[in-house]
Nanobody, 124 residues
Framework: VQLQASGGGLVQAGGSLRLACAAS???????VGWFRQGPGKEREHVAG????????KYADSVKGRFTISRDNAKNTLYLQMNSLTPEDTAVYYC???????????????????WGQGTQVTVSS
């Protein structure tokens, strides 16, 4: 499956953005998630959602501000980002996995498919 992320851009602190990730095929049986890599930082997990959509996991730094969702009918993954801060500046990547389980959703190694990344820049 191929993934295409979109929706990044420049936003002021306190603002919102909604990222989307369109898949080339059905992703209803995939665990999907978002990762990000900030300037000079390693890539880190942001949010993930299980196949059924009932289980989600978030990084502590984004809990209460970001919401991950999926529309299996549209083969699309979303990340609603509110109350953005300059620390959220990063390239955001979507990822998909057929083999991930709940306990491995935060691990990059669990994901076989990756999108190209979309830049999010938050100005102070």
């Amino acid at each position: 499956v191929q993934l295409q992320a979109s929706g990044g851009g420049l936003v002021q602190a306190g603002g919102s953005l909604r990222l989307a990730c369109a898949a080339s095929g059905r992703i209803s049986n995939y665990v999907v998630g978002w990762f990000r890599q900030g300037p000079g930082k390693e890539r880190e997990h942001v949010a993930g959602i299980f196949r059924s959509g009932g289980s989600t996991k978030y990084a502590d730094s984004v809990k209460g501000r970001f919401t991950i969702s999926r529309d299996n009918a549209k083969n699309t993954l979303y990340l609603q980002m509110n109350s953005l801060t300059p620390e959220d500046t990063a390239v955001y990547y979507c990822a998909a996995s057929r083999r991930a389980i709940l306990s491995s959703m935060r691990s990059q190694d669990a994901y076989e498919y990756w999108g190209q990344g979309t830049q999010v820049t938050v100005s102070s």
